[in-house]
């Protein structure tokens, strides 16, 4: 079945210091969207990216997605200690369905 | 309402008993999806509905599954002879239309259910 898989599982980050997550989908994706999650809450939406190659930034965040529509990264400079939850990647794999499969996660722990 | 609504935020029941769990979503939003949650683990896709119909159930475990939302508004995720493996956040999540993928997905705040 369709999988989305991301690394690392868990990072833990010095203020100040930057983040990579990185996201991989066993299928083509019709486009990607990102997800921050603080600990004990709901996912809330960041950004959606549809065109290959594509990147776009929010402020210390800066999203990509692969040529081939397969994977995405997600980069944030210069890390603060708000910036702690798990970072999720979702992608819809085409057709008409609006299935959104996510991602393993990222848990992001940034010490102060 | 403001955001998506669920209840209940927390439900404990003995294991063979049956639980349902309600979702109002953000007004005006069409789609409405249910996703499963477990610790430590990406949100699972249940089940989503385009007005009243599911337009994809493929994410429902088995039979013991099953989600209702008759007047396209207000839906109910019903779980039959719970089991402990049933134990987790129960998300439900709107957008506003589903013409096509990329649309914004609201979260609610999940239904805990833990099983015993």
């Known amino acids: 079945g369709q999988q989305v898989m991301q690394i690392p599982q868990y990072q833990h980050v010095q203020e100040g210091e930057d983040f990579t997550t990185y996201c991989n989908s066993s299928?083509?994706?019709?486009?990607i969207q990102w997800y921050k999650q603080r600990p004990g809450g709901h996912p809330v939406f960041l950004i959606q990216?549809?065109?290959?190659?594509e990147v776009k930034k929010q402020k210390r965040l800066t999203f990509q997605f692969g040529e081939a529509k397969k994977n995405s990264s997600l980069h944030i400079t210069a890390t603060q200690t708000t910036d702690v939850g798990t970072y999720f990647c979702?992608?819809?794999?085409?057709?008409?369905?609006?299935?959104?499969?996510f991602g393993t996660g990222t848990l992001l722990a940034v010490q102060p | 309402g403001a955001g998506v609504s669920q209840t209940p935020s927390n439900k404990v029941t003995e294991k063979g008993k049956y639980v349902e769990l309600r979702c109002d979503p953000i007004s005006g939003h069409t789609a409405l999806y249910w996703y499963r949650q477990s610790l430590g683990q990406g949100p699972e896709f249940l089940i989503y509905f385009q007005g009243t119909g599911a337009a994809d159930d493929s994410g429902l475990p088995n039979d013991r599954f099953f989600a209702v939302r008759p007047e396209g508004s207000v839906s109910t995720l019903k779980i039959q002879r719970t089991e402990r493996g049933d134990s987790a956040v129960y998300l439900c999540?709107?957008?506003?239309?589903?013409?096509?993928?990329?649309?914004?997905?609201?979260f609610g705040e999940g239904s805990w259910l833990t099983v015993v």
């Open positions: 979702a992608g819809h794999h085409g057709g008409a369905t609006n299935k959104l499969i």
């Open positions: 299928t083509t994706l019709s486009n």
């Open positions: 999540a709107s957008s506003l239309s589903a013409g096509g993928p990329g649309n914004t997905i609201y």
């Open positions: 990216l549809v065109k290959s190659g």
